[in-house]
């Protein structure tokens, strides 16, 4: 198995591709499945995502001009406006008909969580809903969209594995965790994910003092680490003292072997701590993630006997399952 991207069932799909906030008075670039887009804002400020390449003569739209949330493709200055519609052709004069192939045929685009997402096709799921987003004892901190030289399906593997974290976050919060991982029960958490429920001692460094909100060397966490179709993972944290910190780890496919990846944080602190000192020790943990994900060649294998598996990889094995299912995929 070397491509999932083609996959049908994947285009109804929400997709996380980047900040709200990095969107304003220039053209944005990504690629969603091996499709290069383009994102602006129109006049009303409204969202705009569209194919990145003119239907004139296929010049890439994120190179254009953006004025007054109208986009003009810099080889001939076609203009387009709201929902993607051409509203100048210079070379035809202003009273021309627009003929109906000269308009851009736009995907569904949302905001939610600080994040653009986008569903390249007709939508059969939603985002997941993060119940925390509405509640004010809740605040949220998003972090940086980064491009991952690895497959997304790696990533979600990973994101629910934690036998890697004594050997992979040595350097964080993994080093006081024993490697041997107990039977692991999956139960359907909530609405939305599907997971584990699981306690551990973590290695509470000083540079985790300002997440963890304690200065002993571990501190105790009750966790949960779920999934929800196809790509999105969330972790929940809480300490002893009631403090919660909700990690919502979202993946996006580039294409086959590239990602995009982004985490958003909410948490019920008094809300006195520096955000970017918050984020910096899970940034770190997510750093630790990439280095190792970046030497691992190709797609994760959607076989059952692809890879080896044992028990503690119980989640991503299932997790492994309901993808495949989800893309159709047959062995
Ligand atoms: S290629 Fe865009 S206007 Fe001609
Ligand atoms: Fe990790």
Known sequence: MSTFVDSEPLQ????????????????????LLGEDLVIWRDATDALVVAPDRCPHREAPLSIGSLEGGVLSCAYHGWAFGADGKCVSIPSSGPDATIPPAAHLGCRKVDEKYG??????GEPTMAIPEIGQEADPAFRRINTPVEAWTTSTPRLVDNFMDFSHFPWVHTGTFGGAQDPYVPKIDLEQLDDEFFGYRYEVEASNPDEAVAVSGSEEDTVHRVMTTGFSLPFVVRSTIRYDDGLEHILLLLSTPVDDLNSLFTFVVWRN???????????????????????????????????????????????????????AELIGFSE
């Open 12 to 31: 109804g799909c929400w997709y996380p591709v980047a900040r709200a906030d990095e969107v304003h008075d220039k053209p944005h670039a990504v690629r």
């Open 269 to 323: 602190d008094d809300h006195s701590t520096d955000p970017d000192e918050i984020i910096a020790f899970d940034r770190a943990i997510g750093a630790e993630d990439k280095a190792m994900l970046e030497q691992v060649p190709g797609t994760l294998d959607l076989s059952r006997t692809g890879v080896a598996n044992v028990q503690s990889d119980k989640p991503s094995v299932e997790w492994r399952r309901r993808f």
């Open 115 to 120: 994040l653009i997402w986008v569903c390249p």
